[in-house]
Every structure is written in structure tokens, then in C-alpha cells.
């Protein structure tokens, strides 16, 4: 044998789809597994703006990675931060202070929002990437209402119901839709002092289109079906500025107290360590087989990595190609552990990503799909978007919950987890009035 | 008429069942309705410590008020913390400083927890009274065991794997009990460098027997079913110290990084302002229509109170009761008004209080209930409890929720919002080791 041990001992880091995924592959492998995560679920990422529009509580789409892996033989994992690699040394270690040795490692910390050269604006338009964000913004979306029927002042009004979201992807289109339903059907009747159907839910985009990764009739459809339930879209719409304010494009000037950022996203800072070429987010550029260069035992997956596959397709960063790159560097390290080979001495096929379509809701029973030369839109792209969300969430608990959530939203217009959590409001809209 | 405007204005504080079930049953009264809460839902607290112990989402157990109030004619709902009373100039004043008048004003603010003469205790030994401590309990408990996994000191191991409960009343023995077996069952095979099933689960009773409230037989009872699960009751325990390193019980310590308080409430400290007597524990001390002496238009209801009721029996702090208060001032108020008279100015019967029986779970098919001359233990007394609290629930969604948790644990032993939310761990309890 060629290892330290008479094993390999991989240590896998971050318990995405990517990682969650390698490890899970794992499980039938040879050696000493670890992983390591900073939180201790995994997080089902498509649904986080469900939790944002407070449709879905953070536990259905969230499960303890120590549960996923229940029962495989040969792993440890491991709740903590990572503070440094070490690649010649081959370790790991982590804020806690502990470190690990690794025969391979797989490196999946995945991406965070990016406000480009204006980091002063995460303050005022916090972006979507976890639980704490999703919590923090259905707070935030849940308060502006009722400090807006608190108001006395018609423009502090306006601006407490204006809800301004920053970048046209999937994200942006999904919260803008779930947020114009929200105010026009589920809160309509319950305020005394404002009409919540009065509200704007304006969705801006700097490139000419929305959805740029989709195709053009589907983008016509997607405009179509926000506006048709009252979201503006703005394309060409380029932010300049952001303050509490407001949000101003060029001259124009947005008055908005809610501005949400789904605009940009950087990978993880840990790529920066390994000291081999990075793109301009951020992302590890990888060989064909996932692996930085001269480094065959050390694999980057999922959104922390760039790569073009042997088709010539740059990898999207969704969930199903990080799913195919954790399963794809598993299958490579099990083989080469299988023969008792050290790493990168078996030929290695090159990953190839297998496009398996992209789906996007835009509200109430309406969606976007396309799978293979399938386009679909409305009802039916709805259901299909229902069906592959269930049946990719983990754990049959959350997918029971969240199908009955998603049953008792679409049948009474109500959502379930309503909930403000944090402290009472602030004094700073409220103002002094004298009422009967 | 006699009032001001020519309806009356009725304020109510608190949104707890006192204050809710007021509100609801004034939804057919004539008048300007106003409720004001610092939180915008009603709070089910008998199963709080269910999301303390991973079993349920704060969503299941809370509903916006908005919503349970959807459709009622003449209610405004106030998002606030309420800064002062007014008695003599029937003024509510807001901490978003805008003020309301009334003519009948309704105080149910409830309690929080006492540390007695102890407040530094409050730091190591939180207590639970609303979502946040739920959830912060929730990662605490969760945490403990992902810190002993990575601790080396077999004694550090085993003051992070030992939980201490202070406080032997139902919340104590339903936490005792819950943990018991999450530490037993659920988590039992998911470590790889500690035994879960080695975790000790102590409950602390500083009087002679653990449930004072309950019958001398469902007692002993609850005592056999806790330590047939494992938990350690030991009464007569009271505790002198409490630090992040343990538990003094006179000169006996409990090496623990775990304490949880559910020894002693006090009432709001609202109670205070109304400048009249109060008992030890902070409550009004109401007349028998649970107004306060010389202001008939001012009530207090549930916790906030304290009164013996025109049969004698003292009103016990519990929701059953708070919800037959609520109810009966407003039957009042709705008299009053209908009849187009001042506060007080008809006479009023004296509040009685029905008593329903008593119910706590141990764990797993197990709890304890007296209902009338009825007492029951085990797994009758334990359906019991689940039909009342499921019967008790508001929302069909929150009630179907539970029920299908509740299904979804009993046949698997999983829990089923296992979590860990803040940040990742700190320091404090790992050390460095080298790790294969």
C-alpha cells in the first residue's frame, strides 16, 4: 500500500449538493471519510426563497448531515470553520484548531453574494445565501408592513411597501413573484391603515434581459407572466447607488425602504488559498477532472469551481452539476482506492456535464422549464417544477412538509410561517400621533 | 352616550391566550378594537419546549395575529412594546411613542422567568418563555453534543453531555424527558467519538416532590416513568450556584456546561405601573371581575394577575385559565356596552374559574392527567394530551403540521427540526490534536 495508512483518508469540505453528494458516493468506499461543515445540515438552496416569503419553515428544507449519513460505516463529521490549507503538507485545519491529514480532499465551499466594488451596500440590501439570510429577509419583507401601517406620512408609506430586488436570475424572479402574491393576496384585507395591494415589487436587471441563461421565448413568457401579477420589470436598469433610502439607477431614483441584492455571487475565499489560477469570481479553475493542477488528490466541486467540460460547456452553477461533480470525484477516488493506487496514477475519464434542463417559478401555478428541446411555461412547467423539487428534496419528513405547505398555500392563498422573530421595532418610521 | 367618541375604545395589551381569547370573543363587540404586541403572532407556549427539543418549527406553534383576526370588523393590531400606562388619563403610550386613549383597557403581558435574587444566572441558565429562547435552547442542546464529539478530555466529555434542568413543574419534566430520549434514541448512533446514550439528564426540584400541582399518585408516577427513561429527579435540591462550569447544590456540584432554568416566573413588569398592590411575584392582585381597585375599565387577565376566584380556588398560572379570563372580561365589556353604560356602572359577576384538569408528557407514549376526578398515566393519558393540545392548536394548518410531526417521530424516533442556526462554534471547548 502507498498510503500513510492502509487507507485513504478523505476529508471533504462543505456539505452542499456538491459534497453532501461525493460523500454520500463515499459511503460504499474503502478508508476514513471526514467531513466538514460549518453548520450541521445540509441545505436544499432552491427552496430558500420559500423560507424568505415565509412560505416554508427552515427545517424542511434542512436536514442534519449527521442523519443523511446515518449508519455509514467510517465517517466522521466535523461542525467548525476552515482556517487554512495546507496543500504540500496535505492538511486541513480548522478554527477550531484542529487539523487533518488528507490521501484526498475535496474542497465544496461554494459561493456568497458579491456587491462587486460596493461592499457598503450589504447593510441595505441583504442578499439570499442561508438560513440567517432567509430569516433576516422575511423579517425584514413581514415588518415593512407593519411599520407601513404605522405611518402617518404618505411617501414613508410608499417606501415601506416599494420592494425593489436587485438582478433577474431565478432568485430575483422567484422572490419578486412571491412577494407581489403575498402582498395582493395572502396580507391584502388584514391592515386597517394601508392596502398592501397598493404595493410595487420592482425586479431590476443591467443586462438587456431576464434569465440570461434561458431561452428567448421563455424570457418573453417570464416578463409576461410577473407582470401579468403586477411585478415591474426593468431591464437596462444598471444600480448605482443604494442607501436606506432608496436605490438609484443613474439620474433615476427609486424611493424604497426594501431592497434586496440577487445580483451577484463570488466563490468562498478558501480557493484563493490553493494558490493556483482563479476566474474573476472567484472559482478555482480546474482541470477536466475536477483537480487543481499538480495537485491530483485535491478536487474543487460545485459553485466554488470554473470549469469547461470535454463538450466545451461551461458548468452552470446549479444544483444538479454540483451534484454531478461530487458524484463524479468520488467515483474517481473509490476506483483509484479499489486498485491501491495513489492518487492520479489511473488515467482519469473527464468529467462531462449532463444538462438535464432549468426550471424557475414566477408565482401561483406558473413557471418556466426547459428540459432537453422541451419549453414549457405556466401550469404545467409549474408542476413539473413541483415534482423535481420533491422529489430532490432529502428525507421523506421534509418532503411530506413541504408538499402540504405547498397544498395549503395553493388552496388558501396563506402562507405558513408568517413569523417576525427578531426583537421589536425600531423607533426610526414610527412617529408620534395622537389616535383615538 | 358616555363615552368620548360615541363607541368605546378597547385597548389590549398581549396577544398571549388571555389577550387573544379577549380579542376573539370582542370580535361581535361594538367599539374600536385595538391590540398591541411586541411580536406579530400568538404564541402556543404549552408546546414551546417542542422547539426547544428539535420536535417542531417555531411556524408550527405560532399564528400571526393579523391572521387569526382576519375579517373582524373594527380591530386595528399594533406592532409595539408598550412604554407606559396612563391610569388616570386612560393613556396607553407606545415605545414607537405614538399614544392610544381608552375606555376599557385589557393588560395581558403575561411573565417571564425569575432567577430570584440570581439575575447573573439568567447568562448560563436560559430559561424559555418565548421563540428566541426556544431556539437558542435548541442549538445549545444540539451544539453540546457536536462540542463533545470534539473535545479530547473525558471530563470535558461528560460536563458537555450532561444536561441540568433547575425547576421540577411541567415545563422541567417535559424538557427532562424529551432530551432523555432524543440523547437515547434519536442522536444515539450519529457520533463517532461519543456514546449519546452515556449523556446524563438531571432534574432538579428545590421543594420535597417534583409537579406540586398534581396529585400525590400521578407524582410518584412521573417520578417512575422519568427514571425508567433515565432521567435523574432528585428533590430537595436547591441550588445554590450556577457558573459555566456547573451546578452547586449547597456543597454538592454538578460538573454541567448545560443548565436550563424552569424554576420561577414573574410577572411583567407593566404590573408595576398601575400603582396597585401587587404579590410577591410581581402579579396584580385583581378584584373578583379582574379589574383593578377604583378603575373598573381596567382589567389584567393571565399570567399578569393574580386571583382567588369566587369559589375560593387561586387561579393557577396556566393556559386553560388565562383563556377563561380573557373570555370573561370581555363578555363584560360587551354588556356594558351594549347597554350603552360607563365601565363598572352595571354589576358584574365575579369570575370563576372551571377547572378542565392537568396534563404533562413525560416522553415517548407517556404522560400524566387528572381530569375532574380522573387520573391517568401512561399511554391513555398520553393520547390525551396530544387530541387536547392538537384540539387546542389554532390554524387547521398548524394542527395538521403537528399531528403529521408528531406521526412522523413516534414511528421513526426522529426529530424532525434538528438545527443549529448561529453561528459556527466557538472556541471555548476544543482543543488542537492531531488526527489521523
Partial sequence: MTYTKDYPRIVIVGAGFAGLYAAKELRRARGLKTVIDRTNHHLFQPLLYQVATATLSPADIAQPIR???????NFQIFLSDVEEIDIEGRQVRLSC?????????????????????HPEWEEVAPGLKNLSDA???RNRFLRAFEKADQAVDIDEIRALTT???????????????????????TIADEFRNIDPRLSRVILL????????????????KTVQMLQRIGVEVRTLAKVTAIDAHGVSIGDAKISTRNVLWAAGVRANSLGRQLGVPLDRAGRVKVGPDLSIPSHPEVFVVG???TVVDAKGQQVPGIAPAAIQMGRYVARQIIREANQGVLAGQLERSSFIYSDKGKLATIGRASAVAQIGGIRASGWFAWILWLLVHIAFLIG?????MVMISW?????????GARLITESPNDKSSADSRQTA
Fill in 67 to 73: 442523519a443523511i449519513l446515518r449508519g455509514a460505516k
Fill in 97 to 117: 484548531a484542529r487539523t487533518f491529514s488528507y490521501d484526498y480532499l475535496i474542497l465544496a465551499t461554494g459561493a456568497q453574494h458579491s456587491y462587486f466594488d
Fill in 135 to 137: 430569516i433576516a429577509i
Fill in 163 to 185: 420592494f425593489v430586488i436587485v438582478g433577474g436570475g431565478p432568485t430575483g424572479v422567484e422572490l419578486a413573484g412571491s412577494m407581489m402574491e403575498i402582498a395582493r393576496n
Fill in 205 to 220: 436587471e443591467a443586462a438587456s434581459e431576464i434569465l440570461p441563461a434561458y431561452p428567448q421565448q421563455l424570457r418573453v
Fill in 303 to 305: 459553485d466554488l469551481a
Fill in 396 to 400: 421523506f419528513r421534509n418532503k411530506l
Fill in 407 to 415: 397544498a395549503w398555500s395553493y388552496l388558501t392563498w396563506g402562507r
